[in-house]
């Protein structure tokens, strides 16, 4: 079996190469497969005998027989006997040859022995014979050989460029012997296993590999050699084809040149994953690989994306998913990724981009105040901490986390939902009489601390301190800036009073403005810190941190009133105690009290003591716990006040300084030595990072403990000098955690990363690293290049180009452009200035706008800061700018655009293409001027607005470009337009330079849509009319003219067709109507059918409808109708709802030339007269009313049909003696033929009113017309003077009506301006059929023959052609009407057949009487087929000899006949007969005896029962049957006819064209003698057509055959003295001489001679051919008796001289001669139609012989010449 190769999806569009020519081992592989499907039928029939088709040997060896049998068994039901003929070869033998019989079911078993020979393959057969025929059985030996099964082409599936493709394909051994296979094939293909064997049967499955390497259609046969030695091969097709690979990202926003993934703002500590779509539109699949763009190496990864590399099915689309986890708060991070793809052509670019939001936590009161509280109470407070953010707030209070303190609060740390509040409780719990004051920080994640201000007073009833209100802290945070808090508070009270201070309007001290500068305190003016400076500094006294101003003059923070040395104890080896150091920095005594915990295992001591002014002293800080293995810590509170606020009469409100609060951190642990501590569970962020800038940054990290124990926590500031920590040590709760703060100051000479250790749990195993970097990046901004180019720029306009600017820091940065000032009116960018967030770029926007033309090189300089420092150094990057300025101008492709004819009222779009040869890109604007000319309008056509209408008129067109501008025009009226586009060039600023120039002109011609009839025919009942009366009766000339002109306004109210009446009867709105005249029919006749073929005579498509009322109206519903209708609505109603009109189609569209022909029908249902209007609409044209007008006939009513009541004859000129006769026709449309007369009453009442002049007469007033034809009353008008005349004339139909016909004439004087009439005034009838009726299967090549002008008595004649198409035998019959007894009009021939696919030659004449006349005759030639002829012939005489058997038989219904015939059966004498008769006469009945009876009943009924018998008898007889109905063809001829004096006035260069028969002339000449008119009168006519030609046949053959008789001869020898009897008929009498017998006889018999026994001599028309052949036969004579010279010799030949003018002067001879030379241009032109005459063949050229021998013997060459003449006289 064959693999299943896949289907390339190309291949019907792909050309593949034929493969010819496999190898022969497939071929015999192929043979030997049929020969097994042949053995797998086992058995075949042939003739009755089952047997094998086919005996095949395998295996065989030199040498040895083998044997095989071949059974024969008849499934035949009879026996059969067999005769078989043995093998041809000796090798092949069986049985010596004999008759086989075989029974039915019997069977037969002949042996067949093979011998071979020679190693080769054998062929025979054995073949049996038997009655019924002879069948063969093949015999065959076959060689056992390799063979290969394999497919003969493979189709790999469409692969990308550097990408592969496999399928596979299976190779099978269908040989007996083991076969091993190599392959070979030519790259890009690959084909695995490349080599193998298989096994007899077995298979191999061969996988293919396709990768290209370029985009190509690939197609290479792959050889496989297979064999023992290879000795065989085959090949297989492999086709492949490679597309260019190409993918595109899908993401929700674009930049320039990347997609953007817009993450949005995203709280921190959250995760948020967006999808772009990888989109492969490409009908290939292909790999990719996503990376991110390079960045900054210290630089965080916030984007995730785990779709690095994949591969993207053709057609479809990739989900890639992409990760946001921001790190940073408020900052906006920017990522770049790239999307490659092996073998594609380009490359796409992805802009991630979101930003970090952080929680936004506020406290309800920044003050708790706990007012005064008795000495051992307590007092409680609420406030509540808001989180106003979207994000997870995280909050932690600097305080004691057992809460020993004064100050405590119930939750001291813990986390805040979005958009939600936190509610904790204060407790206030003094131990000593003072002011208690502790500004306690709020540590928040990701932002700067809040401070809360906790204040409280303790009295007791020895000590009432002064109490402390939120007034006083507001005072000492002015006092605090202005460093005036470090003097104790009875200095500045001593200070007030002595007026070296004053309070200002906030309550705060301020110095006099007269003290001297040497004043200590006038430079203690420090700046208000951040929270986070602030926490910084109340909790670290290192001096290190003390930063000075920007002055140096003082410092930036006031540093602490006092302070304590360690800030942080720990205890990791046990019980044990440490000092701590207060030193006080004030100008006073404090009082230090340290708030006890009793049953806190840390204690201190003393817990109070008094410290004067900057002074020192320590205390003792012991570690006793109570339990092991626990973790202890606790935070130590000491509270400083100045001593003289201890008492409150001491104190000044003005002076109240509150106390400070020193606390001290302390953590230990009780597990003993060897005991195993507690391993922490948490989670904290591995790596801080800070901002690249030198200048202090802060970090938040949080520390979470996951677990259920608690974890305590040091880190070593000795260990990274460079960050500081806060808190360095301390405790965490289970389920709590801990903010710590990062302070560093990031410099150059840093590592990237610095180590910072968290010990964890006091345990060195329990640790976690810290890489905090903290180093200096300088900025790094990129531009692309360094140059920007701008291409050529028009002065005054403006180019565009883009630059790049790259942000590779990791700081976002301000950017400014500066130009020089110069330069700011040619350049400019956008945007100059804004913020480029960390490695992003941007595409900047830079406008070259030159204002002379020159080369510009220019500057420009990139300033650039960070962000958050912006009173930083700046740097700046420098961009070289280079622009060229040039003039330039545009023009058109072409200076003439002719855009032709364009419908008016329409529109018609086309392109003006604008070329730019400069080098720059120009803006323009364009301007269209109109004119119009037309002599159809006045000079207001002119000022119509402009019907130009241009798209874009204002561009730009680039350099070396063309530009395609869209325009319409839309013409208003039938006129040629012209307009002149005219442009200005415009500046960037939109305004004009220079003068408008003009570019081009665009005509074009508004024109209507033009339709015409071009053809008209008729089927039905008015099939007998001819063209011209066809044309008549739809004033097709009318017609064509009104649709050739100008619509109306009114008419293009509807510029298509609409429904817009109400009415039954619709408005019209055009004044041109027609009436199309159906002609008239009787009732039940075959529908009147008329085909007009609509063309198409312009230049524009037309669209043409035929509305008929109904199409007209809007349809109402029911109850909106009136019911009440007019007579002519009911009239219409009727029409339309009968269907007696019609027209099919009714609307259509016709393109340039394109022609459709439209049935009308009016069908004879009704009898009477019956119209409806019908509009002919032309979209955006005209509008026409076409009246229908049918008429209908009793069948029983003679009907004439006028179309119209009024006739006008051609106008005559007046003087003339011989008027033409004229003609007007009467159409019968009735169903009973008729007679007409016209009453000539009036006639002669006009005769006497012009002098007894007969101005107007009829010829034939009277006649008969046959139903459905035509007849013709000829009149002659012979005017008297030039004018008008008219006449009413009734013509009355014989039993039927008569009808009154206005006939009119105008009479013209030659010398007035009125042109002389010519023969045909419908010059408009088309001369050739161009609608076919449906069924017409024969043509005429011309269906109007117009002879024009031609003058009387002459004959014309004209070559038609009828052609049958179809594919039977036609026969044809022309009708030829006679007038006055002869035919004036003549055809041959008049009847024939046409062959199928045959056409046939006739020739048509028109004899002109010699009387001027209009010749109009229609020529009626009926087409019948020739089967239906002869089918018709034999029903007919079936039919009369049926009829005729019918008479002499009769009916014979006697009852018993039956036994008559029995008696008489032996008696007759042909038995046969009689039994013939009686089974004839045994159906009918016997007839009853006749009676005598005189009563009128009996009578009655015997009258009844015989006509029952002949009835029955009648309907035994068949129908008549009728004859096929021809089909007609008509052929109109016209003419006009002049009197020769006419003829030669006003066509004298056409008067030698014909000849005129003056024999035929009215006016006999009276000239000559009797005898000359005696013979004329005796002489047979000479007639046209077969009579003429038999009787010319007939003389010529009696005159040959007299001629030739000798005895005739001797006759005429004797009678000399009478004249020659055939020139007796052609010249007068008296013109013949007496002479002698001898000279009459002999030239007379040697004129006869050579007139008719010489086949070459002919008859010549004119003079010289006549004297010619005189003298020639003369010359004949004398050289027959050149001996004998006879007497009075020159007197005989003067006498043949005059006979022979004689002869050549009579007009007899004349027409003669026209008729000979006119029948054998006939018969030339019949000879080449029938192809037996070529006229285009080269004529034959004699070579005559020397005329050196010519002169040698002349009087040999005239006996020869006259024995050779007098042999042929005698054949």
């Not at 790259?806 to 976002?812: E, W």
Request: hydrophobic letters at 35%; glycine letters at 6%.
């Amino acid at each position: 079996m064959f693999a299943d190769v896949p289907v390339n999806p190309l291949s019907k569009g792909i050309q593949w190469g034929t493969r010819e020519g496999m190898h022969r081992k497939v071929s015999s592989l192929q043979r030997t497969e049929e020969r097994q499907k042949k053995g797998a039928l086992k058995h075949s029939c042939y003739l009755g005998v089952e047997t094998r088709a086919e005996l095949v040997w395998e295996c065989w060896e030199l040498g040895r027989e083998y044997t095989k049998s071949l059974v024969l068994k008849n499934i035949h039901g009879k026996l059969l006997k067999l005769n078989f003929r043995p093998p041809l070869s000796n090798i092949f033998t069986t049985l010596f040859p004999h008759t086989i019989k075989l029974s039915p079911g019997t069977s037969f078993s002949l042996p067949i022995t093979f011998r071979p020979l020679q190693k080769c393959e054998y062929v025979d057969s054995i073949e049996f014979e038997c009655k019924e025929g002879t069948f063969q059985v093949s015999l065959s030996a076959v060689m056992l050989q390799h063979a290969l099964e394999l497919p003969d082409s493979v189709q790999l599936p469409p692969c990308a460029v550097q990408h592969s493709s496999k399928t596979s394909f299976l190779i099978r051994n269908v040989s007996k012997w083991r076969t091993g296979f190599q392959w070979v094939v030519e790259q890009p293909f690959e084909l695995s296993p490349v080599s193998g064997s298989l096994e007899p049967g077995g298979a191999q499955k061969v996988t293919v590999t396709f990768k290209p390497q370029k985009a190509l259609v690939y197609q290479t046969e792959a050889t496989c050699t297979f064999g023992d030695d290879n000795e065989s091969n085959c090949t297989i097709l492999i086709r492949g084809l490679s597309k260019y690979p190409y993918l595109q990202i899908i993401s929700p926003g674009q930049e320039e040149d990347c997609g953007v993934l817009e993450f949005g703002r995203i709280a921190i500590g959250s995760s948020l994953e967006k999808h772009i779509e990888i989109c492969n539109p490409s009908p290939v699949g292909s790999d990719f690989t996503l990376t991110r763009v390079q960045k900054a190496a210290l630089m965080e990864s916030v984007f995730q994306c785990d779709v690095q590399k994949g591969h993207v099915a053709p057609h479809s689309v990739l989900a890639v998913p992409v990760c946001f986890t921001p790190l940073t708060v408020d900052t906006t991070s920017v990522e770049y990724f790239s999307l490659t793809c092996p073998g594609a052509l380009s490359k796409d670019l992805l802009k991630v981009t979101g930003s970090c939001i952080g929680p936004v936590v506020s406290l309800s009161s920044s003050v708790g105040d706990f007012g005064c509280v008795e000495e051992g109470g307590e007092a409680t407070r609420v406030i509540h901490v808001i989180n106003s953010s979207t994000v997870l707030a995280h909050y932690q209070f600097d305080m004691d986390p057992r809460g020993y303190g004064v100050f405590t609060v119930d939750q001291i740390s813990g986390t805040i939902a979005a958009n939600s509040s936190l509610t904790l409780h204060l407790r206030f719990r003094p131990h000593h009489s003072i002011a208690y004051h502790r500004r306690t920080a709020c540590l928040i994640l990701h932002r700067e601390p809040l401070f809360l201000d906790l204040i409280g007073t303790c009295h007791s009833e020895q000590l009432k301190p002064a109490i402390l209100c939120p007034r006083h802290l507001r005072v000492y945070r002015l006092n605090l800036l202005r460093g005036l808090t470090c003097y104790p508070p009875d200095i500045l009270s001593a200070m007030l009073d002595e007026h070296k201070l004053q309070l200002d309007e906030k309550g705060g001290l301020v110095l006099q403005e007269d003290i001297s500068e040497d004043t200590a305190l006038s430079r203690l003016l420090f700046s208000q810190p951040s929270a986070v400076e602030e926490y910084f500094h109340s909790n670290i006294t290192d001096n290190a941190l003390a930063r000075p101003n920007e002055s140096g003059t003082s410092l930036s923070f006031p540093l602490p009133h006092v302070t304590v040395q360690p800030s942080e104890l720990t205890f990791y080896a046990g019980p044990a105690s440490q000092s701590v150091s207060i030193t006080n920095h004030t100008k006073g005594k404090l009082t230090l009290l340290w708030t006890p915990a009793s049953d806190s295992p840390f204690s201190i001591g003393p817990l109070s003591c008094d410290l004067s002014p900057l002074k020192s002293t320590d205390f003792r800080v012991t570690y006793t716990p109570r339990q092991h293995n626990i973790f202890h810590a606790a935070q130590l509170e000491c509270f400083a006040v100045y001593k003289v606020l201890q008492d409150h009469r001491q104190t000044d409100e003005r002076t109240l300084c509150p106390s400070w609060c020193l606390t001290v951190r302390v953590s230990g642990h009780s597990f003993q030595p060897g005991n195993q501590h507690f391993i922490p569970r948490f989670s904290l962020q591995p790596q801080v990072m800070f901002p690249a800038l030198n200048q202090v940054s802060y970090k938040t990290v949080l520390l979470q403990n996951t677990g259920d124990l608690p974890i305590i926590f040091r880190l070593d500031p000795e260990e990274c000098p460079a960050v500081h920590v806060l808190p360095s040590s301390g405790f965490v709760p289970p389920c709590s955690h801990q903010i710590f703060t990062f302070r560093s100051i990031p410099a150059e000479d840093r590592p990237t990363s610095l180590p910072l250790t968290l010990n964890l749990n006091a345990s060195p195993k329990h640790t976690q690293k810290l890489n905090v970097v903290s180093v200096v990046e300088p900025l790094c901004v990129e531009v692309d290049d360094g140059t920007l180019y701008f291409r050529p720029t028009a002065v005054g306009s403006c180019s565009k180009t883009s630059l790049r600017v790259k942000n590779l820091s990791r700081v976002p940065v301000h950017f400014h452009w500066r130009l020089h000032s110069s330069d700011q009116t040619i350049i400019s960018v956008q945007p100059d200035f804004g913020i480029l967030q960390s490695n992003e770029f941007q595409v900047q926007t830079w406008s070259f706008t030159p204002l002379e033309e020159k080369m510009h090189s220019m500057k420009a300089m990139l300033t650039f800061w960070p962000v958050q420092t912006p009173d930083c150094k700046r740097s700046k990057l420098p961009l070289k700018i280079v622009g060229l300025a040039a003039k330039g101008s545009i023009e058109a492709d072409r200076s003439v655009l002719d855009l032709g004819e364009v419908l008016v009222g329409g529109c018609k779009s086309f392109e003006i293409p604008l070329m730019n040869n400069g080098s720059c890109a120009i803006s323009f604007s364009l301007t269209a001027l109109q004119s119009i000319t037309s002599p159809r309008f006045s000079n207001e056509a002119l000022e119509d607005h402009v019907v130009l209408e241009m798209d874009n008129v204002k561009g730009t067109i680039p350099a070396l470009c063309r530009l395609m501008i869209s325009a319409t025009v839309r013409p208003v009226r039938r006129a040629q337009y012209c307009w002149t586009i005219y442009y200005q060039i415009h500046n960037v600023s939109g305004l004009v330079v220079g003068e408008p120039c003009s570019l081009c002109q665009v005509q074009a011609e508004g024109v209507y849509s033009t339709l015409e009839v071009t053809d008209v025919r008729s089927s039905g009942s008015v099939e007998g009319l001819s063209k011209l009366q066809l044309w008549q009766l739809f004033s097709l000339d009318s017609l064509n003219t009104y649709l050739r002109s100008d619509p109306s306004p009114s008419e293009l109210t509807y510029r298509v067709p609409t429904r817009h009446s109400l009415s039954r009867c619709p408005p019209i709105f055009t004044s041109t109507m027609l009436d199309f005249n159906f002609s008239a029919a009787p009732l039940g006749a075959d529908p009147s059918n008329f085909l007009l073929m609509f063309e198409n005579t312009g230049s524009i498509p037309v669209e043409w409808s035929l509305l008929f009322p109904e199409d007209q109206q809007i349809e109402l519903e029911y109850w909106a109708e009136s019911g009440e209708f007019t007579s002519t609505e009911l009239h219409q109603m009727k029409v339309q709802d009968n269907r007696l009109f019609s027209s099919s189609p009714r609307a259509g569209k016709l393109q340039p030339g394109q022609q459709r022909a439209v049935q009308f029908t009016y069908r004879h249902d009704f009898v009477g007269t019956y119209r409806l209007p019908v509009l002919l609409k032309l979209s955006y044209g005209r509008e026409i009313l076409l009246n229908f007008v049918g008429v209908t006939v009793e069948r029983d009513r003679c009907y004439l049909h006028f179309p119209s009541t009024r006739h006008v004859f051609t106008p005559v000129v007046i003087g003339g003696f011989d008027p033409p006769i004229q003609v007007y026709e009467l159409y019968n449309g009735g169903a009973l033929p008729l007679s007409y007369h016209v009453n000539t009453s009036p006639l002669e009442q006009l005769q006497e009113e012009n002098f007894s002049h007969p101005a107007l007469q009829c010829l034939n007033p009277d006649g008969d017309v046959q139903p459905g034809c035509t007849a013709t009353l000829e009149w002659i008008f012979s005017p008297l003077e030039a004018k008008t005349y008219s006449v009413d004339l009734p013509i009355y139909v014989l039993e039927g009506e008569s009808i009154l016909v206005t006939f009119e004439g105008c009479g013209f004087d030659r010398r007035d301006s009125v042109p002389f009439e010519l023969h045909d005034s419908h010059p408009a009838v088309p001369c050739t059929q161009k609608v076919a009726l449906p069924g017409q299967v024969v043509f005429l090549s011309e269906e109007r023959v117009s002879f024009g002008d031609i003058p009387v008595c002459c004959q014309c004649s004209h070559i038609l052609f009828l052609t049958n198409v179809s594919n039977d035998t036609m026969l044809f019959l022309w009708k030829v009407k006679e007038q006055d007894g002869k035919q004036s009009v003549q055809i041959h021939p008049l009847s024939g057949s046409l062959a199928a696919g045959k056409s046939t030659l006739c020739i048509l004449t028109l004899n002109t009487s010699g009387n001027p006349t209009f010749y109009q005759q229609d020529l009626i030639c009926e087409i019948t087929p020739e089967e239906a002829l002869t089918q018709y012939q034999t029903d007919l005489l079936q039919w009369e000899e049926e009829k005729e058997r019918k008479k002499h038989e009769f009916i014979i219904t006697e009852k018993d006949l039956e036994q008559r015939n029995t008696q008489k059966k032996h008696s007759q004498v042909c038995p046969t007969a009689e039994e013939k008769m009686s089974y004839e006469t045994r159906k009918y009945k016997t007839l009853p005896p006749i009676r005598s009876s005189s009563s009128d009943a009996v009578l009655e009924m015997l009258h009844a029962r015989r006509s029952r018998v002949e009835s029955k008898v009648q309907q035994q007889v068949k129908r008549q049957p009728e004859p096929p109905r021809p089909a007609l063809l008509h052929l109109g001829v016209t003419a006009r006819s002049h009197s020769l004096l006419e003829f030669q006035s006003h066509f004298s260069s056409q008067m030698n064209k014909y000849h005129i028969y003056r024999t035929m002339h009215p006016k006999v000449s009276q000239s000559g003698s009797n005898e000359s008119q005696l013979t004329r009168t005796h002489m047979p006519p000479l007639t046209h057509g077969p009579e003429r030609d038999i009787l010319t046949h007939i003389l010529t053959s009696i005159i040959r055959s007299l001629l030739d008789d000798p005895q005739f001869q001797q006759v005429l020898q004797s009678t000399s003295d009478e004249p020659v009897p055939y020139f007796s008929q052609l010249r007068p009498a008296s013109a013949l001489p007496s002479p002698t017998l001898s000279h009459s006889t002999t030239e007379t018999q040697c004129l006869e001679k050579n007139r008719f026994a010489s086949p070459d001599l002919e008859p010549a028309p004119q003079h010289k051919g006549s004297s010619y052949a005189v003298t020639h036969t003369q010359a004949q004579c004398e050289g027959e008796r050149e001996v004998k010279p006879e007497p009075h010799q020159e007197q005989q030949q003067k006498d043949m001289m005059k006979v022979q003018e004689s002869i050549r002067r009579s007009p007899e001879f004349g027409d003669l001669m026209e008729e000979i030379l006119l029948n054998t241009l006939q018969n030339l032109m019949t000879e080449a139609f029938l192809g037996e005459l070529v006229l285009t063949a080269r004529p034959r050229i004699i070579a005559l012989p020397p005329s050196s021998a010519r002169k040698n013997s002349p009087g040999s060459r005239r006996q020869s010449r006259g024995s050779v003449k007098s042999k042929r006289c005698k054949e």
